[in-house]
């Protein structure tokens, strides 16, 4: 069975730092790793995704984040906090169940970002 | 612009008090997924539907179901809500049931029991 880990439940930077989420997987197959965004009384939005192409994927609002096979990591990264960035993060891994042939998304716990001036 | 849509975003129901929420779609897409999802937790998948054939989780209440009239619309039914099922139900649609396919959510719908 595939799971995610996100560590870190609460991530703390100032405007202009670095953002780093973590994300740790685990898979018995090549996964698919996606990064959800969530505003406050949101739905989630896909801020990218990898399904094996490039290690490193570019997405929306200057994240991106790289597959490390290695290290069964899929950390989110953005150079320059912005205000706008405060949010919950999910990472999840896409497990397509064999006997039904789902798309199935496992959603890690999750990872709140606050950014103060 | 194609989007998922939830209707209504917040509502109020009374304990035992049937509820149906709904959702919308118009990206014509085959699958439509419910989840439930709790004040800090990840979103959690109760059942979706490929077309017209449903899929229940293993652990999702007999107290939830689901129908989905045509490829545009799917509702939840919660037959007799407690105070437990109160939380924020996010539906979600993929274009088909491929592992590396995005799912598109919907803005939610926040649920409260009295």
């Known amino acids: 069975a595939q799971s995610v880990t996100q560590l870190g439940s609460h991530v703390s930077v100032s405007e202009g730092a670095l953002v780093l989420l973590r994300c740790n997987y685990s898979s018995s197959v090549p996964p698919y790793l996606f990064w959800y965004v969530q505003y406050p009384n949101q739905g989630l939005q896909l801020l990218l995704k990898y399904t094996s192409a490039a290690t490193l994927v570019k997405g929306i609002n200057g994240f991106e984040a790289e597959f490390k096979k290695s290290e069964t990591s899929f950390h989110l990264t953005k150079p320059s906090a912005h205000m706008s960035d405060a949010a919950e993060y999910f990472c999840?891994?896409?497990?397509?169940?064999?006997?039904?042939?789902?798309?199935?998304?496992?959603f890690g716990a999750g990872t709140r970002l606050a950014v103060h001036p | 612009d194609a989007m998922v849509i939830q209707n209504p975003r917040y509502q109020v129901t009374q304990f035992g008090k049937p509820v149906t929420l709904s959702c919308s779609q118009t990206l014509n897409h085959n699958v439509m997924y419910w989840y439930q999802q709790k004040s800090s937790q990840a979103p959690k998948l109760l059942f979706h539907?490929?077309?017209?054939?449903?899929?229940n989780e293993a652990d999702t209440p007999d107290n939830f179901q689901s129908r989905r009239p045509n490829t545009s619309f799917c509702f939840l039914d919660i037959r007799s809500p407690g105070l437990g099922d109160a939380a924020m139900y996010l539906c979600?649609?993929?274009?088909?049931?491929?592992?590396?396919?995005?799912?598109?959510f919907g803005p939610g719908t926040r649920l409260t029991v009295t």
């Open positions: 999840a891994v896409s497990d397509l169940m064999f006997s039904g042939g789902y798309n199935k998304l496992i």
């Open positions: 539907y490929y077309d017209k054939d449903f899929n």
């Open positions: 979600a649609t993929s274009r088909d049931q491929t592992a590396s396919g995005e799912q598109y």
